[in-house]
């Protein structure tokens, strides 16, 4: 019906509806299928399709909160690798918990061509119908991860050199396997550097509010237990540390120096800015999207390990 009311043929109406295109369509021929959906009220049935082919075009990331500007990056670098060749959906679990197997499950039913899960639960296999890739994702099976052993090493030794000999953590609240690596590398870095990790533990959600709240009342007992200085798993709960330290008049980093892990793009805007291990987001958006559609194409790509490296900032005297 579109491609009769449009005066084109089935093919045309279906690169058009599907975003393909580009290249392909005559601008006016555009025109004419997109004014013919609009007044048939056409909606593409994606699941229909799907079942027809015995697979979609549709790619799925699935992520425990898309409004972290870290997760943003992961978007962009899947986005721009996957091109026009699949349409990407989006999803957020519930109340930011990591992502499960039931979630993967949920989504298999419209039989995407694939499935990404970014930094899924550390106790579920990730096991569907269709490809699976996992994003930052330690020992899992498919997945694409960072190489954190340049970043937390450098990290520690800029502590050291700054002389620092005992560091409070601030952990996060999530049960992905990649912050229980962090914490574990970095202790293991400070064990063989001389430096003690504070007894003093706290953690919080990936949140500057929650953050903020934990540190609120943590860094009187870091403080009294002689921390110098304080690391926090991702970046978010560091500026958290960073606005108790402001309101309280704790100086950063004459008191207590404050480091992070992600090197978010407002992390060399804040006051001071953040010393942080770079973990780039759009770089491990790309290798799970390369590694996605070299499963499809059935071929051989081996999961890279994404270098990680330290950008010292002010926080940090750096």
């Not at 593409?44 to 990056?73: K, Q, T, Y």
């Not at 996992?134 to 090493?153: E, I, K, M, Q, R």
């Not at 996060?172 to 007894?199: K, N, Y």
Request: with cysteine; hydrophobic share 50%; net charge negative.
């Amino acid at each position: 019906m579109v491609a009769e009311r449009a005066g084109t043929s089935i093919a045309t109406v279906s690169l058009v509806v599907n975003g393909k295109d580009r290249g392909r369509v005559s601008t006016a021929n555009v025109a004419r299928v997109r004014a013919a959906v609009d007044e048939l009220g056409y909606v593409v049935d994606h699941a229909a399709s799907s079942l027809a082919r015995g697979s979609g075009d549709l790619v799925v990331l699935i992520a425990p909160d898309l409004s972290n500007p870290f997760f943003a990056e992961v978007i962009r670098g899947v986005r721009d690798t996957l091109g026009d060749r699949f349409q990407l959906v989006l999803s957020v679990t519930e109340r930011g918990a990591q992502p499960g197997i039931a979630d993967v499950r949920r989504f298999e039913r419209l039989r995407p061509a694939g499935i990404l899960v970014d930094a899924p639960a550390a106790d579920q296999p990730m096991t569907a119908s269709v490809p699976v890739v996992l994003l930052d994702a330690p020992g899992g099976a498919d997945a694409v991860n960072y190489d954190l052993t340049a970043g937390v090493s450098a990290l520690v030794s800029h502590l050291g050199a700054a002389g620092h000999r005992r560091i409070a953590y601030l952990d996060g609240t999530s049960r992905a396997t990649t912050f229980a690596l962090r914490r574990a590398m970095f202790e293991q870095a400070c064990g063989d550097a001389g430096i003690a990790v504070s007894p003093v533990s706290a953690s919080a959600d990936l949140t500057i509010d929650a953050a903020a709240t934990v540190a609120e009342q943590a860094v009187d007992a870091w403080l009294r237990d002689g921390a110098t200085a304080v690391v926090a798993a991702a970046d978010t709960l560091a500026y958290g540390v960073l606005r108790v330290a402001a309101a309280r008049g704790i100086a950063v980093p004459g008191t207590l120096a404050v480091a992070g892990f992600d090197d978010l793009p407002s992390s060399s805007v804040t006051a001071p800015a953040l010393t942080s291990v770079a973990l780039p987001g759009a770089d491990l958006g790309r290798a799970a999207a390369l590694r996605l559609a070299a499963m499809l194409d059935g071929t051989e790509l081996p999961a890279p390990a994404l270098p990680t490296r330290l950008v010292p900032r002010a926080s940090t005297g750096g």
